[in-house]
């Protein structure tokens, strides 16, 4: 019984082994899936995903010579459809953490998500030392409301149950400024033009593509893909389009 154990364990360990072999080729199709309801990384508009993410991940195929597939499916099931066998890669504003590592690879970190301080361009507020004291607005049930308590004690906290209503109370001056995720943030800024994210960045927690642990081929094609639209500038036009420029 112990030795059908034994080989019948082999035997799983040789079958992902070659299922992760055949999954990875030059010209292979990349399956990639996605919970595209988080602009501006990835979200749906007129019937199309778009984003960051989105615009990134085809670069990158395009570097690498790979047709994108996009599957949609909901967040809390990208990591069990790359451990299925389901998909090849997934992307979908996903920060790189030790827990997740222990199931899935990643790549190399492509974007430095985490908390930032949105505000009035010509406001007080300059850089994060200048929140003491200070009405900022946090959205109820976020990590921005334990945060700031425990790191900014002396922030006047406005509790508030949208993300909508905490970027307006920042707005029209009922709050100094909001904390929220960086990319949320950005977007908002690149629709206002008097709001400004500060530069310095109150957490940084970077964004990574993951991967199953068995196509280790894919996460390095993936990786040097993404060092060859960096050195291209393909990379720092997309940074722009999404997050720097104002829209019209």
Known sequence: MLIRRRFFAACVLLTSS?????????????????????????????????????????????????????????????????????ADMAVSAIYITDERRKVVDFSDAYYAGGLVVLTKKDGAIKTLKDMDGKKVAVQVGTKSVNFLKDNFPKVERVEVEKNQEMFNLAQIGRADAAVTGKPAAKLYAQTHPDMIVLPEQITVEDYGMAIPQNQPETTKAINAALVKVKAEGTYDQLVKKWFESQAK
């Open 18 to 86: 070659l299922l992760g072999s055949l999954a990875y080729a030059d010209n292979a199709t990349l399956r990639v899936v996605t919970d595209a309801t988080f602009p501006p990384m990835e979200f749906v508009k007129d019937g199309q995903r778009t984003g960051f993410d989105i615009d990134l991940v085809e670069a990158l195929g395009r570097a690498m010579g790979r047709k994108i597939e996009w599957i949609d499916i909901d967040f809390k099931g990208l990591i069990p459809a790359l451990q299925s066998g389901r």
